[in-house]
């Protein structure tokens, strides 16, 4: 079992900065394959970045070259800067937690991005 808790949600201008961080709990962090997601209001769940245990980056083409995820697995914390943000990178931002069937998540923060 995997607990996940998601912080460094909030209100930012376009163009502005926000670091989330997401803290795990109750499993061995470092061979997890870490996420965020995000899902705005009508719209459905999306992935944003993927790490893997070995350190794999993965990113969706919205995000490519603003966004950087990375993990501490000292402190099994992971974290999305975000970077040059949009109105359109407005969501509720979920933490995942994947190794084989198992997939655990966060219960989200909200980031919303407008002037």
């Known amino acids: 079992q995997v607990q996940l808790v998601e912080s460094g949600g909030g209100l930012v201008q376009p163009g502005g900065s926000l670091r989330l961080s997401c803290a795990a709990s109750?499993?061995?962090?470092?061979?997890?394959?870490m996420g965020w997601y995000r899902q705005a209001s009508g719209n459905q769940r999306e992935l944003v970045a993927t790490?893997?245990?070995?350190?794999?980056?993965n990113y969706a083409d919205s995000v490519k070259g603003r966004f950087t995820i990375s993990r501490d697995n000292a402190k099994n914390t992971v974290y999305l800067q975000m970077n040059s943000l949009k109105p359109e990178d407005t969501a509720v931002y979920y933490c995942?937690?994947?190794?084989?069937?198992?997939?655990?998540w966060g219960q989200g923060t909200q980031v919303t991005v407008s002037s």
């Open positions: 790490i893997t245990s070995g350190g794999y980056t």
């Open positions: 109750g499993s061995i962090f470092s061979i997890y394959t």
């Open positions: 995942n937690a994947a190794l084989s069937i198992r997939v655990y």
